[in-house]
């Protein structure tokens, strides 16, 4: 529904300074989540394995948010410009000749990839479907390589190079239903998937990428399509654009930055969408605080549903009802689902949007961050309602009894590029250069802030 916009009645202090103390917990966090990526690429292709648990396949989206991350890391010290340069380009090289034939033993199709590929091979693993947003995920980081690698050089020449050829060989227009909006995904055995993107999302990144595409950008009225289905809505009071889960309300941000910048739909509630990030971070913690299905853990410190790993317990008795568990699941609020799993790093990750109760609540993470539980702040999920010989393990009444195994790709990824969104603004700044990025947005409808002075290419 559409309605006016009121600014919303929570209020929303501004952040304190951060203290020397806050300023090393970020860095230790952040340095802690980019080890992932040395410790779970294959250097032979340079694929990123989805999770750390053995035999993981690799996910196109966590390569793009490795590709993203190792710029981060040359900044922050934590390897060379000349590592992340050959990392960067061993990967684009395996995506350049990758099979696109589209068959159900090839990489990808029309210049889009499956999303999960075998380690060894980069061939598609299970019978995964060519995905339109996790394609996207990568070739964001394919950008951003492209955007950091500025130098003149032969091998950073060639890097920019490859990303372009890449970019440039996405067929967007393919993927559009006829009029209408973009579709998920595709199979090789049964053709497009039977939905298309629907309600406010992810695909707000995947729209700026095909509109912005040089040679099959999308057309306006396939943007128009998606966004004429947003649901407007007043919840504890914040008049907000809704999705339930966090990653929803964070992915799009990591490479765009949205203050200041609005669409046609923002402008009318005179809003954007990085202010509605933050009115949805606060809406995550009022839920918390008011916790109407009683979980336990959850408070004012103590909050954040997304997409994670969950348990997959039998019933239990939660407040006197029969609560199921979901395992992985897209967990949202306030209508679910919500089974008292906490996704740590989509709190970490709402960081940029509201540092003022984003830093509480990871002090208060890092207190259970105690063994057995010592990555409590960057697990996929932790639960302390799930109890006993259900749980994984267990540790008394006090902290949570079941945490997930091992830690996931696309969360470390989060976590180290929008804690540096929020400690140094570099992603958005190295993407505000992209012609892809600038492009896809003025065509979008997209004006004010930061693009006022951009000229269309």
């Known amino acids: 529904m559409r309605q006016s916009s009121a600014m919303p009645v929570v209020a929303m202090p501004a952040a304190e300074p951060l203290a020397g103390t806050d300023e090393a917990m970020l860095d230790a966090l952040q340095h802690d989540a980019f080890e992932y990526f040395l410790a779970h690429t294959d250097h ?87 995905s339109l947003i996790d394609t996207a995920l990568l070739l964001a980081g394919m950008l951003t390589a492209a955007a950091y690698f500025c130098a003149t050089t032969v091998e950073e020449t060639a890097l920019r190079e490859l990303a372009d050829m890449l970019y440039r060989r996405m067929d967007w227009c393919w993927a559009q239903r006829q009029g209408g909006a973009l579709v998920h995904g595709w199979k090789p055995e049964s053709g497009f998937l039977n939905y298309g993107w629907e309600g406010y999302s992810e695909a707000l990144l995947l729209y700026t990428l095909g509109m912005g595409s040089p040679t099959y950008p999308l057309p306006a009225d396939s943007f128009n399509a998606w966004t004429s289905t947003y649901q407007w809505e007043n919840l504890y009071g914040i008049d907000f654009l809704f999705a339930g889960p966090l990653f929803i309300h964070q992915f799009s941000h990591i490479w765009i930055d949205f203050r200041g910048i609005r669409d046609a739909f923002m402008r009318e509630k005179h809003c954007d969408y990085f202010e509605n990030s933050r009115r949805a971070t606060y809406v995550q913690r009022e839920y918390a605080i008011r ?167």
């Open 291 to 457: 916790n109407p299905r009683r979980f336990m853990g959850y408070s004012e410190n103590c909050w954040g549903w997304s997409a994670g790993d969950g348990p997959s317990s039998s019933p239990q008795r939660v407040a006197g009802r029969s609560q199921p568990f979901y395992g992985y699941a897209a967990r949202g609020v306030p209508h679910g689902p919500d089974d008292g799993t906490i996704a740590g790093p989509s709190t970490l990750a709402s960081l940029v949007f509201a540092p003022e109760i984003v830093l509480p609540a990871i002090r208060h993470m890092l207190t259970l961050d105690v063994a057995p539980f010592e990555c409590a702040s960057r697990a996929s999920g932790f639960n302390e309602t799930v109890r006993g010989d259900t749980a994984s393990t267990t540790r008394g009444t006090k902290y949570a009894d079941w945490i997930s195994e091992g830690t996931f790709g696309l969360d470390q990824g989060m976590i180290v590029l929008m804690i540096e969104n929020f400690r140094s603004g570099m992603l958005w700044q190295l993407l505000r250069g992209s012609s892809a990025i600038c492009n896809g947005l003025h065509r979008a409808g997209f004006s004010g802030g930061w693009l006022a002075n951009d000229e269309l290419p």
């Open 44 to 130: 032979d292709n340079g694929l990123v394995a989805d999770t750390s648990r053995a035999n993981s396949h690799a996910s196109i989206a966590v390569i793009g948010f490795a590709l993203s991350a190792y710029p981060v890391g040359v900044e922050r010290g934590w390897m060379t410009r000349a590592e992340a340069l050959q990392r960067s380009l061993t990967t684009l090289r395996f995506f350049q000749h990758s099979d696109q034939s589209g068959t159900a033993e090839s990489t990808g199709y029309k210049g889009f990839y499956f999303h999960f590929l075998k380690m060894d091979t980069g061939t598609r693993a299970w019978r995964c479907e060519v």
